[in-house]
Structures are given as structure tokens and as C-alpha cells.
């Protein structure tokens, strides 16, 4: 059986975990296709979430600078453009999903 090591992560040199996270945050900058909604109901977090990372690990702009940062715009220019309405169906999977995040995001 393969088991995952959740700390070989703390091993990556900063470097490459910053190019690494830079890329992934670009990638979400490009897909506005992928709604938070299902961002959350598939894996538990969302470019908000990233944004609320990104001042935990010592970001010192505001809740909206960081979220400008991650959306590569001022969240209600986003929200505007590219945010649909939740349906039923996506609120219910974010919330079985946010069970199994264990208490963190």
C-alpha cells in the first residue's frame, strides 16, 4: 500500500513552493470557468480561501488586497464578471465537502 508523506511539502525549498503556488494562482486567474462553488464542493477551498492563506502566512494587505492578489482583480469586479448563482445542488456539496476538511480550510 503507498502512503502519502503530508510533510515531504515542508521539505520543498521555498522557492520552488512559491513558483508552484504563483502557477497555481495564475491557472485560477485564467479559469474563471471554475467557480468557487465547485472549487469548494470538490476540494474544500476557493481563491477566497487562498486569499485568507495568504494573510495567515504573513500577508499584510487587508482581506481585500489579499483577495485582489488571488483574483488578479478587486473581488466585486470578479464577482460581477464572472460569479453565477449558486444552485441547490453546489451549496450542498460545498457543505459535505467543508465537513471533511476536518475543521481547516
Known amino acids: 500500500m503507498f502512503t502519502v508523506d503530508t510533510n515531504a511539502i515542508d521539505d520543498l525549498p521555498d522557492d520552488v513552493a512559491a513558483a508552484a503556488f504563483r ?27 487562498l486569499a485568507d492563506w ?5 500577508f499584510e494587505g ?17 464577482k460581477a464578471a464572472y460569479q453565477t448563482e449558486a ?6 456539496r460545498m457543505e459535505e465537502s467543508l465537513k471533511r476538511n476536518g475543521g481547516t480550510h
Open 62 to 78: 487587508d482581506k481585500a488586497a489579499a483577495r485582489t492578489v488571488i483574483h488578479g482583480m478587486p473581488f466585486d469586479e470578479w
Open 23 to 49: 502557477r497555481l494562482v495564475k491557472h485560477l486567474q485564467h479559469r474563471h470557468d471554475a467557480q468557487n462553488i465547485d472549487l469548494m464542493g470538490l476540494a474544500g477551498f476557493c481563491r477566497n480561501c
Open 87 to 92: 444552485t441547490p445542488e453546489q451549496m450542498t
Open 54 to 58: 495568504i494573510r495567515d502566512a504573513g
